[in-house]
């Protein structure tokens, strides 16, 4: 079955702070992986697409890492933000048609 | 504003009412998708379109939806007698082109059934 897991399922950091989600995925055929912010009641907004090939994709302070052979994605957030607060959703795209096996994500929670 | 905008952001309806929600995309994206997002879940796909044609539907969609884009640009999703357990954000997303590379989701409609 394809699954995707996402871990820790809450976080609380403190400003400034740096912290890092994690995302294991068991998905066949695997095209690409995205890492999706999602402030509450809003879409997910993009932050990452990463291929077979890619190991290391950044967008600004987020940096998210690929790990084919483990099965194994990460999101790094360095100095951290209020604005960060928000859900941080795993996506594995399957397939040719662009269907996409979501985590159930992390949200994380950024305190002054 | 050339984002994905969808209507009504927010919908309470009583059990066995029907529902309508509306997606617009992003111009010229052939590809439309909807997904439903319960609260601390991730979205799970429900169908998407190609233009105008519904090319797949989840096991998800039961008899009660059903979902149409009949100009290939606009789509709406209906529920019929709806239940408690719908209650959820139902999100649309499109994207462009053959390689369909980026989805673009939509603020959401949040559904709550009384």
């Known amino acids: 079955k394809n699954q995707v897991e996402q871990s820790p399922q809450s976080l609380i950091i403190l400003e400034g702070k740096n912290c890092t989600l994690q995302?294991?995925?068991?998905?066949?055929?695997?095209?690409?992986l995205r890492w999706y912010k999602q402030d509450t009641g809003r879409g997910p907004v993009s932050l990452t697409i990463m291929t077979f090939s890619e190991n290391t994709k950044s967008n600004g302070r987020y940096t998210a890492t690929l790990d084919a052979d483990t099965k194994q994605s990460s999101l790094h957030i360095t100095a951290s933000q209020l604005s960060d607060s928000a859900s941080y959703i795993c996506?594995?795209?399957?397939?040719?048609?662009?269907?996409?096996?979501f985590g159930a994500g992390t949200r994380l929670a950024v305190h002054p | 504003d050339t984002g994905v905008s969808q209507d009504p952001r927010h919908k309470i309806t009583k059990r066995g009412q029907n529902v309508t929600f509306r997606c617009d995309p992003i111009?010229?994206?052939?590809?439309l998708y909807w997904y439903r997002q319960t609260l601390g879940q991730g979205p799970e796909f429900l169908t998407y379109?190609?233009?105008?044609?519904?090319?797949?539907k989840s096991r998800l969609l039961s008899d009660r939806f059903s979902a149409e884009r009949p100009k290939g640009s606009f789509s709406t999703l209906e529920i019929q007698r709806t239940e408690q357990g719908d209650s959820a954000m139902y999100l649309c997303a499109s994207s462009e082109g053959l390689a369909a590379y980026e989805q673009y989701f939509g603020p959401g409609t949040r559904l709550t059934v009384t």
């Open positions: 379109f190609q233009n105008e044609a519904q090319l797949e």
């Open positions: 995302c294991n995925y068991t998905v066949s055929p695997f095209s690409n």
């Open positions: 996506v594995v795209r399957s397939g040719g048609y662009n269907k996409l096996i």
């Open positions: 111009s010229e994206h052939n590809r």
